[in-house]
């Protein structure tokens, strides 16, 4: 075979080598970094991102690449080893030429497949793995180039391509999930390899995949319903108010003009205002002068939505209502915030967790272990079956057959139970004593 033949097929193998490396780094990339790439005018960005955007298109253009350079590289070997081998094996043999040329062709075919399987596929589609990026930047530019020469067959492969495929997909059956559950799951699976790779923690793992819920997640799925919102009398006295704030301990109330009852709320107070309030008004303070509106928004809106919206009006609470007006409960910025991080606790919501003795009484924080409890009061059985680790005030919240306050007594296991503080719908602080016998 002759240097000419020699050199066309190792350009043919290089080439090849660059349209198989372009092919697998192209499929792989992510559309989002080229999208950034773009935006900061690397070179070669906007091409990759244009060849991205039409992926029939692009691999058509490949693929025609590759049968070039492949059938050139055959005919010049199948010619060179008819001229330069086939008279050798004919001679050595001693065979006809028909054979001759069989076994000259064999020497170049077999070869040729190896070199063209490590140097012209399996080299160039591992390096484009591993580097996608920079193998798309580099080669879009000359491919979009080349796309130009055979736009006509380019043309033609990307509309048979997308009939077939939508022919194909219409007889597949729709299990694959929808493009949410597809995203999502391939979110999990980077924010995974981000976690594994140590360049990010737990924590930022669990809020990259709560972020993912702020679409999917109804405001109607995270509200506090009427009947757990601690509202303020908009015509009580100021003690009343600063009782609630004392007992429950937030800096914003929803203010209500029918006693007790969500479908009056006029608006919120703000803790600091009502301080300001009270201070110039001390005789006849009235929360409707300082009342704020509150926002209202459905229940099918998704949380992310109500997010925006609350940063953009920059509130703290809204007020969640259906279709007919009906109040079916607020949400606050930290109810969304803790559907990404998980539970955000203040130095309120830490119960206290003293059991101390008093006379014939025994005074407990809601945040006591019952184990504490048993040994203080010396019963072992006082909590049945509860399991380990239970607090008093987790424990009085399950056996409750309706919502705790401040002054109800309970009677368990022969022992008496006031509760004297509650917080947050939380037992703060309760009475222990031993039921009286006879």
């Not at 350009?11 to 950034?36: D, H, I, P, T």
């Not at 020497?107 to 399996?122: N, Q």
């Not at 993912?212 to 009947?227: A, E, F, H, M, Y």
Request: aromatic share 6%; proline share 4%.
């Amino acid at each position: 075979m002759g240097t000419t033949e020699i050199l066309v097929i190792i350009a043919m193998l290089l080439l090849n080598s660059l349209f198989a490396a372009y092919e697998l780094a192209l499929a792989s990339v992510s559309l989002g970094r080229l999208k950034l790439f773009a935006e900061q005018k690397r070179r070669g960005a906007a091409a990759a991102l244009a060849m991205k955007g039409r992926m029939e298109a692009s691999l058509a253009v490949v693929q025609i690449g590759i049968t070039l350079v492949g059938a050139i590289a055959a005919a010049t070997g199948g010619a060179g080893a008819e001229e330069y081998i086939s008279p050798s094996m004919e001679a050595w043999l001693g065979v006809s030429s028909d054979w001759a040329d069989i076994f000259s062709i064999g020497l170049v075919v077999l070869p040729l497949s190896a070199l063209t399987i490590i140097i012209g596929e399996l080299v160039p589609k591992t390096v484009a793995i591993r580097h996608s990026e920079w193998v798309c930047l580099k080669l879009s530019s000359v491919m979009r180039v080349f796309s130009l020469f055979v736009y006509p067959a380019m043309l033609g492969f990307e509309w048979a391509t997308k009939v077939l495929v939508r022919l194909f997909e219409r007889q597949m059956p729709d299990d694959a999930g929808s493009s949410y559950e597809i995203g999502l799951a391939e979110l999990r699976a980077q924010a995974r390899a981000l976690r594994t790779s140590r360049i990010i923690g737990a924590d930022q793992e669990r809020i990259i995949l709560g972020a993912s819920t702020l679409t999917r997640v109804k405001v109607g799925d995270i509200l506090v319903p009427p009947q757990d919102i601690v509202m303020l009398n908009a015509d009580a006295s100021l003690t009343d108010h600063f009782v609630v704030i004392h007992l429950e301990g937030y800096s914003r109330f929803p203010v209500t003009q029918k006693p007790g009852d969500a479908q009056g709320i006029i608006g919120y107070a703000n803790l600091k205002e009502l301080i300001f309030l009270a201070k110039a008004h001390p005789e006849n303070p009235s929360l409707r002068q300082i009342a704020r509106p509150l926002p209202n928004v459905s229940p099918e809106m998704p949380i992310g939505q109500a997010f925006s919206m609350m940063m953009r009006e920059h509130v703290h609470m809204v007020l969640v209502r259906d279709t007919d007006g009906i109040v079916r409960g607020i949400i606050t910025l930290e109810d969304i915030l803790e559907e990404i991080v998980g539970d955000i606790q203040d130095e309120f919501d830490r119960l206290p967790r003293q059991v101390a003795p008093s006379g014939q009484y025994w005074v407990v924080g809601g945040g006591a272990i019952l184990a504490q409890l048993r040994d203080a009061v010396g019963n072992q059985t006082l909590g049945g079956t509860a399991a380990q680790g239970t607090t008093l005030a987790d424990w009085l919240e399950a056996r409750a057959t309706q919502t705790l306050k401040g002054g109800d007594v309970i009677t368990i296991d022969g022992f008496r139970i006031l509760i004297r503080k509650m917080r947050r719908r939380k037992v703060l602080e309760a009475l222990v004593s031993k039921e009286p016998c006879g």
